[in-house]
């Protein structure tokens, strides 16, 4: 037993107060009295009981000095040590990443993981538990419950998520739940190691679980496909991470009919990589390689890739003003700026971005058009005012000055005016134009700037059946049709996934794979990629560290009691209180 506030004990003064005082109270001279019989009764009780006859001389005393005592008891906030190894709050923090499925002795990772997680929850039975799942996102799936029954139940119903853990971020939330109390965190992950946790708090005790086995992994590193004049040409870079030398075959599917193309054998020594490639592949839209060899982890051994005009580079006229360049490297596509005869050659497989009217002729690809190598601009005043577009959807338009604009394309659609003078058309291929230089506006300094051009260009490539590569979870916005109040996703086999209500809030499925993205009646594809950081398991030891468990020695928690002696005291103050009353003061 210990005490939280020693430094109560000059109250103990009050007690000796009391003691002191009735060593000096007045004492009475006794006298001899004449009834022999009475004196002699007398004596014969003081012989029989003399505790009690001293208790009833006494009570006042006694009760007085047993009320302080329990005062000062009570003061000094008594406690009874106990160990601190399994905290009342206790956190998991689950790595959910696709390196989770990997199998080590018929059972994967986050199924051994399921099985401790369980054991901890029935051992803490009553305490309180808070589960967090790891991603780019992190959610917390319980917070601070105490019913054993659903901590389980949610254990239970924990599921692989495939996206990269950022376990660093699911540690930040895990301490701000805890507020700077105390809490016993476990982190279940495949490799985590110590120099991660550069401050610890006070009171926190860590426990990081990891796969402390060697998980035998051969991966498909990269994989490729291009359209040619003889077909599809496919190309796969396979990873043995093995310390053996592999044997295998590399197979490529149509995923949208489920049929198999080609297959090929390959050797691969260990830790070592190797090219597998493919020729004359059936004309597709979307392909999936797959390589069939005897590993432990079986979700990176599978790619998928989709086939189409599905740009990811921008060229800009040379002759353009520099900003629109910025734009491009604002939203995060890869631009470069180039002269006539680069843009001529590039022109069906990047998205063009000049002045010249020539290019509206070129190619099969629409471009974007801002302003006219063959015109004059005019000067012009008003407002601008839009057509429900898709193109604005993301930012207003409105308040940019506008100082003059070019002619206007008589056979295309207009969707911004200044005044009743076209801003800016849309062509029947789908070539979007601004009939104006970007020197001649403000609209640099608006926020709607690098978003209208991102607008632009996801309406460039919409006029292809590839609506983009994601990785899992990965949120990202979609140039919605606007036609539709939703949009939906349909896995190859028209499974129901998941639907948004604009593209603005889309986030890719959590399962790599090709997926339909249904828009407006309209179809389109997109492929889930694993992040090239899921294509490797780690492993390393399991440790602890914290307060409790610095050098072996546990932290000792309290039990505090000292309330339980509130009523005992306030019952003895009724008792005095009762015994002053019937006997009066005491000689």
Known sequence: MGFDHVSNLWTAIFPLAVLLYYFFRKKYKTEMISSTLFWEKS??????????????????????????????????????????????????IVDTSATMTAVEDDLSLFEANRAVMKEIAE?????????????????????????????????????????????????????????GSSA????????????????????????????????????????????????????????????QDITGTAIIWDELSGKKLLEKPFEIEKKDTTLVSFQQLPETIALRAEIDVNDDYSADNSAFVLIGNDASEAIVDSNLHELIKKAFDAIGLAVTTGSAAEMKAA?????????????????VRPILLIGRNDERAEEISGQIKTEADPLFSLGSIDDVYVQSIYPSFEEYETIAYIGEQPFIQRSKRGDIIILTDIGSTDWPLHPSFPLFFWSAVESLRSGTDIAGLFHPNERKAILSSGMSDDME?????????????????????????????????????????????????????????????????KEEGKNKFGWLFVLPVLLLLLIEWEVQRRRGYPN
């Open 43 to 92: 004596m014969k009780e003081t012989k029989v009981s003399p505790y009690l006859k001293n208790l009833q001389q006494n009570a006042l005393f006694y009760l007085q000095m047993a009320a302080l005592l329990l005062l000062l008891f009570i003061l000094m906030d008594p406690f009874i040590p106990k160990e601190q190894g399994d905290d009342e709050h206790t956190i998991f």
């Open 123 to 179: 051992e803490r039975a009553g305490e309180s538990f808070s589960l967090i799942t790891t991603g780019k996102e992190p959610s917390i799936i319980l917070r601070e419950e105490r019913d054993v029954r659903k901590v389980l139940e949610a254990i239970e119903h924990l599921d692989v998520e495939y996206e990269n853990e950022k376990i660093d971020r699911s540690i930040d939330i895990a301490r701000s739940i805890i507020a």
């Open 184 to 243: 016993d965190i476990h982190i279940f992950t495949d490799q985590m190691d110590r120099s991660a946790f550069v401050d610890t708090e006070e009171g926190i005790h860590w426990t990081v679980h990891v796969n402390e086995a060697e998980i035998a992994n051969i991966s498909i590193e990269k994989f490729g496909a291009i359209l040619s004049d003889d077909g599809v040409e496919a190309i796969l870079k396979v990873n043995n991470q093995t310390e």
């Open 347 to 363: 022109v069906d497989q990047a998205i063009i971005v000049t002045n010249d009217v020539s290019f509206l002729q070129e190619g």
């Open 489 to 553: 996703v349909f896995t190859v086999k028209d499974e129901y996934v998941e639907s948004f209500a604009n593209g603005n809030h889309f986030i890719a499925p959590m399962k790599p794979g090709i997926y339909k993205l249904i828009d407006g009646g309209k179809e389109k594809y997109i492929a889930v990629q694993l992040e090239s950081t899921e294509k490797s398991i780690g492993s390393g030891s399991s440790f602890k560290f914290g307060s409790d468990h610095a050098d072996g020695v």
